[in-house]
């Protein structure tokens, strides 16, 4: 999947919405001074950002199983512990933080199960555990209309509505099959607005996930075809603000 890419190519896809996300997720965590708190899957540093700012970065460790992003994000926020490691497999010790997050990374997990019980064992017990994910199956993510138009030329194509709690309720069954409890679900929502066309479709030529990885294997008609599908479903009044919304879990560990 395609998030072996720069630090820039992520930013330029996905920063303008994770950013604003990040101050809402760790809002809705309710992670204060005085806590110590893991980002698990911290791509280029979004959320690990906000907790600095919240906590000061002795508090707080990250973790990404991509190599650019581990860089990007070391060269962003110095003075932070940040590792290479997956979700599932933590190079932390047991009940080490008060609050492990993972934004935008469930649904990405090799066994989103497994990453959330670890994500609980490095958490004290009592400690919060919190994840969000885009509303894809839902059609509110920040994707939808590149989705619909996919869809629409080709109906057999994967998108993202089938990942893991991409659909309502789906990442609190998640949680309690990790064995959180006191599970709480909540919606997030953010903007990011486009000043052009060529804003809005230039991130997805730049191979990022499945949406990059889709573009990537068309040929050049496909690919000039699905620009002008997009461009259909978008109109032609500029510039335009596109809303996205998260499923949000909190949940306490045992």
């Not at 920063?15 to 980002?39: C, I, K, Q, S």
């Not at 199956?137 to 194509?157: I, K, N, Q």
Request: aromatic share 8%; with cysteine.
């Amino acid at each position: 999947m395609g998030f072996d890419v720069g630090a820039d190519a992520y930013g330029r896809f996905m920063g303008r919405f994770a950013e604003p996300l990040a101050v809402r997720f760790a809002d809705a965590a309710g992670v204060a001074p005085g806590l110590r708190a893991l980002d698990v899957g911290c791509g280029t540093g979004a959320l690990t950002a906000e907790l600095v700012a919240r906590l000061g970065p002795e508090a707080v460790s990250a973790v990404d199983p991509s190599a650019p992003f581990v860089e990007a994000a070391r060269a962003r926020l110095p003075g932070v512990e940040i590792r290479r490691a997956t979700a599932e497999r933590l190079p932390f010790p047991d009940g080490g933080f008060d609050v492990t997050l993972a934004q935008l990374v469930v649904h990405f997990m090799t066994d989103p199960v497994a990453g959330l019980r670890e994500m609980a064992r490095v958490t004290r017990p009592g400690g919060v555990v919190a994840a969000c994910v885009w509303d894809h199956a839902g059609g509110r993510g920040p994707l939808t209309v590149f989705w619909e138009a996919v869809r629409a030329l080709d109906p057999g194509a994967h998108d993202e509505s089938g990942l893991a709690g991409t659909r309502e309720g789906g990442l609190a069954e998640l949680f309690a099959a990790a064995g959180l409890r006191d599970v709480r679900s909540s919606t997030l929502t953010v903007r990011a607005s486009f000043a052009s066309f060529e804003q809005w479709w230039e991130p997805y030529t730049l191979g990022v996930g499945p949406a990059g990885d889709h573009v990537q294997a068309l040929d050049a008609a496909g690919r000039a075809a699905l620009r002008d599908r997009c461009a259909s479903l978008l109109g032609d009044r500029w510039p335009v603000e596109v809303d996205a919304s998260a499923w949000t879990a909190v949940g306490r560990t045992r």
